[in-house]
C-alpha cells in the first residue's frame, strides 16, 4: 500500500479526479461493455450486478493510494447510535496459554479492554445486561475486512449479515460482535499485529459464556472472510486447550464464509481461482498492492514464515511444513462463491475438515459434521450484499435450516 494521496491537498484531488472520472467514464463503459452477455464475467449475472462489483471493486482499491476514505469505529470506544447497543468487554489474560501466549510475547500484544455490540432481532427490545435465557441461542460475530478494515459497528457493511441471519433464523433472537483490534504497517504506524484479533475475539467468547451466561453448546461463531479466519482460530484454541481451568469449553457450531485461510496466498498460476476469478471478484488483485498490505499488517513480526506454517493463521495452507487436523472441531459450515478469487483455498480448507470431520449436518448418531455450500457464481462475501439476489437469500435459509436442526 503506496498511499501516495493521503495527505491533503493531493488526497481530495485525486479523489474529486477519481469520483468524476468514475461518473462519466467508468460507469458508462462499465453497462456498455457489458451489454453483451458474452462479455460479461459470468454470463448469468445481471448487468446490474457487473456493474456493482465493479464499483466495489473500485472504491476497495483507493485506499491504497489514499489511505482510509472515512473515519469508521475502532476498539478505542464504543460508537453510539439509534439502535446501537454498546457494551465494554474486559480482558482475559487469565486465559491466554500455550503457544498464544508465545505469539502475544513476540508480537508486543497484550489483551486490552474492547467495545462489543449487540443486534437484536427486529422486534424484540432485550437490554443489553439481559443474561442468557434458559437454552437460549446466540450467535457471536466476526466481521470481514482482511484484518485491516471495517467494524463491528451494527451500522457496517457486513452487520448486513448479522440482520440476515436475525431474519431467517427463528431461534435466535440477539446476536453479539466485539469491536477487535486492526492490523497496520508502514507507511503508518505498526499495530495490532497477530495474536492481537484473537486476544480481543476469545475476551468476547468469555463475556458470552461467563457474565451473560449463556452455555457453549448454545453459542454458534460467525465469521466471514478475515472473520472467518478468526472464527477458526478462536475455535481452534478453545478445541486445543480444552480443559485449561477457566477456559470456557468449545462452541456447539462454526459458519465460516467465504473464508480467507491462506495467507501465504498460493501463487497467481493459470487456470487457479486467484487468475481466472480476478475479471469476477472485487477483492483486490495482485496488482492493486491489497493482499500484501493486509498480509504484512496482520503478520507483522512473525513474518511470512507463519503465514505457511501457522496452522492458526493458515489452516489451508500447502505449504509442504504445514502439520493440521481438526478433531474435536464442532459441526461446520462452510460458504462458498463460485466467482470469488478465493475458492480454490476454501476447497483445500473443506477437503481438510471432511477428512477428519466427515461430511454431513452433525446432529444424528455417525452423521459427519462438515456442511459445505457452493453458489456457482458468487463473489466473495456475497451475503454482505442485498443486490446478490436470490443467492443471499437461499443461502441465509439453508444456513437457519442447519442451525434449527441442532
Not at 115 to 130: L, N
Not at 270 to 283: F, K, L, P, R, T
Not at 318 to 333: A, D, E, S, V, Y
Request: charged residues 15%; positive net charge.
Amino acid at each position: 500500500m503506496s498511499s501516495v494521496f493521503r495527505h491533503q491537498p493531493l488526497k481530495g484531488l485525486y479523489l474529486t479526479y477519481q469520483l468524476f472520472s468514475t461518473l462519466f467514464v467508468r460507469i458508462p463503459l462499465w453497462v456498455l461493455l457489458s451489454i453483451p452477455r458474452s462479455r460479461r464475467p459470468r454470463k448469468t449475472w445481471s448487468i446490474k450486478r457487473v456493474f456493482w462489483v465493479n464499483m466495489i471493486r473500485h472504491v476497495l482499491a483507493l485506499p491504497n493510494r489514499t489511505g482510509p476514505l472515512v473515519t469508521t469505529p475502532s476498539h478505542l470506544a464504543i460508537t453510539p447510535g439509534v439502535d446501537v447497543n454498546g457494551i465494554w468487554v474486559d480482558p482475559v489474560p487469565e486465559l491466554i496459554t500455550a503457544e498464544l501466549k508465545t505469539w502475544a510475547f513476540v508480537a508486543s500484544v497484550s489483551p486490552i479492554r474492547i467495545p462489543g455490540y449487540w443486534i437484536h432481532k427486529k422486534g424484540k427490545s432485550i437490554d443489553v445486561t439481559a443474561p442468557a435465557e434458559p437454552g437460549e441461542k446466540v450467535i457471536y460475530m466476526l466481521h470481514g475486512g482482511a484484518y485491516i478494515r471495517l467494524s463491528a459497528h451494527p451500522k457496517d457493511p457486513t452487520a448486513a449479515i448479522t440482520r440476515g441471519l436475525l431474519d431467517y433464523t427463528g431461534s435466535v433472537h440477539r446476536t453479539f460482535s466485539v469491536e477487535y483490534r486492526l492490523s497496520s504497517s508502514k507507511p503508518y504506524p505498526a499495530a495490532n499485529p497477530f495474536p492481537a484479533a484473537l486476544l480481543d475475539a476469545l475476551a468476547g467468547y468469555n463475556y458470552l459464556v461467563n457474565n451473560m451466561g449463556f452455555s457453549p453448546s448454545n453459542i454458534i461463531i460467525n465469521g466471514d472472510s478475515a472473520g472467518a479466519n478468526l472464527g477458526h482460530a478462536l475455535t481452534r484454541y478453545l478445541v486445543e486447550n480444552a480443559g485449561t481451568p477457566g477456559l470456557p469449553a468449545p462452541p456447539s457450531a462454526l459458519i465460516l464464509l467465504s473464508p480467507w485461510c491462506d495467507l501465504g496466498l498460493p501463487p497467481y498460476v493459470q487456470g487457479s481461482s486467484m487468475v481466472e476469478n480476478i475479471a469476477s471478484d472485487y477483492i483486490n488483485s495482485p496488482y492493486t498492492g491489497g493482499f500484501d498490505y493486509a498480509i504484512d499488517s496482520f503478520l507483522g513480526p512473525h513474518g511470512m514464515g507463519a503465514a505457511y506454517h501457522n496452522r492458526y493463521i493458515s489452516p489451508a495452507s500447502l505449504h509442504p511444513g504445514m502439520t493440521i487436523n481438526f478433531k474435536g472441531f464442532p459441526r461446520t459450515f462452510i460458504v462458498a462463491g463460485g466467482a470469488e478469487m478465493l475458492l480454490d483455498q476454501i476447497k483445500v480448507l473443506r477437503d481438510r475438515m471432511a477428512k477428519d470431520l466427515g461430511e454431513g449436518n452433525g446432529v444424528k448418531e455417525g452423521e459427519g459434521k462438515l456442511r459445505y455450500y457452493e453458489v456457482p457464481d458468487g463473489v466473495h462475501d456475497y451475503l454482505v450484499f442485498s443486490w446478490h439476489e436470490p443467492e443471499r437469500s437461499s443461502t441465509l435459509k439453508e444456513i437457519a435450516e442447519w442451525i434449527s436442526l441442532a
